[in-house]
């Protein structure tokens, strides 16, 4: 996978030698772990199909669901340590032994800390592949919108991490897997030395911004190494009899195929190949209004729909899950203030809480489902900032 750094002519801090070799340690120990689904138990092990995965058969799994994230780091670790997988000593270890986890999108934007969010779950995926459970994620609207080039809901602090980060790429000797893997584990030093040196900068700040734009588009854009990394994710996940997405899935998206969806997606993603000079960005699952990304329908609320449009809006779904063999689907993509809830006899799970900084502030809430039941689990810690309200795109 092609990485590229960009040169700065003005100083930034660099963490100090003995954080550099505690990351280095963590990724060693890290991508050593052998890469498998096995485990050391009855259950069988975890079988998945397509590229990148579409259908997931993992038997006897508990699994456990976290809607939008956007670039809080707190609040990410907060909802997995809820969930039970993460160690609440900031470790970064996966205590969830053979869950699946399965995280709906929207890591990017509206706040700062996006790649270290996504270094975490990273770094947990291979940790849970040890230990017979597994995390997977699905490519919300945020993340389409960010490799198309649409950075309008890009925090500043999100392209300061990008420069940092590029930085840091190149001090790992342009080695994407070490750099990624680790990121986590040091960006919060770099996010302090940045702070430190805000002052130096201070006259220089559409010139920062201007470079921090730069780097985001060396990321993402298709074919760029952030962008190859979320090609690895899908826009839809089926786990035994539940479908995962961030919008929602419609009957016409089934029959255009899940699998080939998906393909489409990453290929976008990776940029021109041999094979495909100019892949195309697939409207149908990213950009039109009833778009695998973009949906609402499943989370509207309100005395606007009549009795007819919620019968009508219950058929389709009833029709999406009998057509995949599913019994529910969840999503995120719109903020539930209420929190956590289903609707339609339970049949759609809304799991964005809005937990972000960047959008309600809410306290973390994760989706746990055992022997197919679902209940909301909620974090105890308290969150005593004040509640923000966004525009939810």
């Known amino acids: 996978m092609a990485s590229v750094s960009i040169t700065c ?9 003995s954080s550099q070799s505690q990351s280095r340690k963590l990724v060693d120990t890290v991508i050593a772990t052998p890469v498998h689904y096995n485990s050391s138990s009855s259950l069988k092990p975890i079988v998945v199909n397509g590229d990148p995965p579409t259908f997931v058969s993992a ?23 809820t969930a039970g997988v993460l160690s609440s000593d900031d470790q970064g270890l996966w205590i969830g032994g053979e869950t699946v986890l399965v995280q709906l999108g929207d890591i990017l934007d509206r706040g700062e800390d996006e790649l270290a969010i996504l270094s975490l779950l990273k770094s947990l995926d291979i940790q849970a ?19 198309e080039g649409d950075f309008r809901y890009v925090d500043n602090g999100a392209l300061d991490e990008c420069i940092d980060f590029l930085e840091y ?31 130096y900068w201070a006259p220089w700040n559409l010139v920062k911004r201007q470079k921090g734009v730069i780097a985001r588009s060396i990321l993402t854009r298709p074919g760029g190494p952030l962008a190859c990394e979320l090609a690895q994710h899908g826009v839809v996940l089926k786990v035994d009899d539940w479908l995962f997405c961030h919008g929602g899935l419609l009957p016409h998206h089934v029959a255009y195929g899940l699998e080939r969806l998906n393909s489409e997606v990453s290929q976008w993603m990776k940029g021109p190949s041999e094979a495909d000079d100019s892949p195309q960005m697939p409207f149908i699952a990213t950009r039109g209004y009833d778009s695998i990304v973009w949906n609402r329908l499943y989370s509207r609320d309100g005395p606007e729909l009549e009795d007819y449009q919620l019968e009508q809006i219950q058929s389709l779904l009833e029709e999406t899950l009998q057509s995949v063999g599913a019994k529910a689907m969840v999503v995120g993509h719109t903020p539930q203030p209420m929190g956590v809830n289903c609707k339609y006899n339970c049949n759609i799970w809304r799991i964005d809480v809005g937990m972000s900084r960047g959008v309600l502030d809410s306290s973390p809430e994760v989706l746990e489902i055992r022997d197919n039941k679902a209940k909301a689990l909620r974090s105890t810690r308290d969150w005593s900032s004040e509640l923000q309200v966004a525009d939810y795109t």
């Open 59 to 81: 038997p006897g799994r508990r699994i456990v669901a976290v809607g939008d994230l956007h670039g809080d780091l707190d609040k990410a670790r907060c909802a997995l340590e």
């Open 169 to 199: 790429l190149e001090e790992c000797e342009h080695d994407w897997e070490e750099a990624f893997v680790s990121w986590c584990a040091v960006s919060g030093r770099w996010k302090q030395d940045r702070q430190v040196s805000q002052n």
């Open 9 to 17: 002519s003005l100083p930034l801090q660099r963490p100090s030698a």
């Open 129 to 147: 592949k040890a230990h017979g459970g597994a995390v997977f994620q699905v490519n919300g609207n945020h993340e389409t919108m960010n490799v």
